[in-house]
């Protein structure tokens, strides 16, 4: 098992930056790819950004590439999203989830791949 909890969201204006955190405990956290999804209200949840487990490889959704960047820690079993340029569409409930796997480039963007999720931390973007 492995336990997920997300910290450092909230309200921000348009244009500014927040950083999200995701702390993992329970099985080994460097054997597990990491990723960010989020749900906005009234929509089906979508996939942001995930990282490998060995940190070298990475892949972002087209609407948040180069705005936001996903790194981890795996000395802290820590997974961070570093969001800037927020916008209101940014708004929503984001997850981070951990998905298993010996390949050391995996980076799955689909949820069903992914096997443990955190409760989630909601970021509002007023404009």
């Known amino acids: 098992q492995v336990q997920l909890v997300e910290s450092g969201g909230g309200l921000v204006q348009a244009g500014g930056s927040l950083r999200l955190s995701c702390a993992a405990s329970g099985r080994t956290f460097s054997s597990y790819a990491m990723g960010w999804f989020r749900q906005a209200p009234g929509k089906e949840r979508e996939f942001v950004a995930v990282?490998?487990?060995?940190?070298?490889?990475?892949r972002y959704a087209d609407s948040v590439k180069d705005r936001f960047t996903i790194s981890r820690d795996n000395a802290k079993n820590t997974v961070f999203l570093q969001m800037n340029s927020l916008k209101p569409e940014d708004t929503a409930v984001y997850y981070c989830?951990?998905?298993?796997?010996?390949?050391?480039?995996?980076?799955?963007?689909?949820?069903?791949?992914?096997?443990?999720w955190g409760q989630g931390t909601q970021v509002t973007v007023s404009s």
């Open positions: 990282i490998s487990w060995s940190g070298g490889s990475t």
């Open positions: 989830a951990a998905a298993g796997s010996s390949i050391s480039i995996y980076v799955p963007t689909a949820e069903r791949l992914y096997d443990y």
